[in-house]
């Protein structure tokens, strides 16, 4: 094995990352793009999972926007987070998700008006 590869993986920051689940849950941690089709095939197998597991399980996400292929990434993570701040990450986690090839500003800010957002914060955000 390579001595140069770091192989550790950040410890969770519960005031940085998004996390769910039960602290004494298995912990699976994703590195996610919203614009990425990986990414959402994950998404789907981490819900199924998490319905199986019920509260044996946390999951945590973390962004992860390739921004050279996916264009729309940078923005829509940011409008996560602009979520978070009204503790909605996990709302817009979904709509982003089921709304992969809609990721337009102008579909950021209808996500944001669905949950009844502050989208001024949002668009701040996104930009």
Same mark, same amino acid.
């Given at each position: 094995?390579? #001595?140069?590869?770091?192989?550790?993986?950040?410890?969770?920051?519960?005031?940085?990352?998004?996390?769910? *689940?039960?602290?004494?849950?298995?912990?699976?941690?994703?590195?996610?793009?919203?614009?990425?089709?990986? #990414?959402?095939?994950?998404?789907?197998?981490?819900?199924?999972?998490?319905?199986?597991? *019920?509260?044996?399980?946390?999951?945590?996400?973390?962004?992860?926007?390739?921004?050279?292929?996916?264009?729309?990434?940078?923005?829509? #993570?940011? +409008? +996560?987070?602009?979520?978070? !701040?009204?503790?909605?990450?996990?709302?817009?986690?979904?709509?982003?998700?089921? *709304?992969?090839?809609? !990721?337009?500003?102008?579909?950021?800010?209808?996500?944001?008006?669905?949950? *009844?957002?502050?989208?001024?914060?949002?668009?701040?955000? #996104?930009?």
């Amino acid at each position: 094995m390579n #001595s140069s590869v770091n192989t550790s993986i950040q410890t969770l920051n519960d005031g940085v990352d998004h996390v769910r *689940g039960p602290s004494g849950g298995r912990l699976l941690l994703e590195y996610g793009d919203y614009e990425c089709p990986y #990414s959402r095939m994950a998404y789907r197998e981490i819900q199924r999972v998490e319905r199986q597991l *019920g509260d044996r399980m946390r999951f945590a996400f973390r962004h992860f926007p390739l921004t050279e292929i996916h264009p729309h990434a940078l923005a829509a #993570s940011a +409008a +996560a987070e602009a979520a978070s !701040l009204q503790d909605r990450f996990w709302d817009m986690h979904e709509l982003l998700f089921h *709304g992969q090839d809609a !990721l337009e500003d102008d579909d950021l800010r209808r996500y944001a008006a669905e949950l *009844g957002l502050d989208r001024r914060a949002v668009r701040r955000r #996104s930009r």
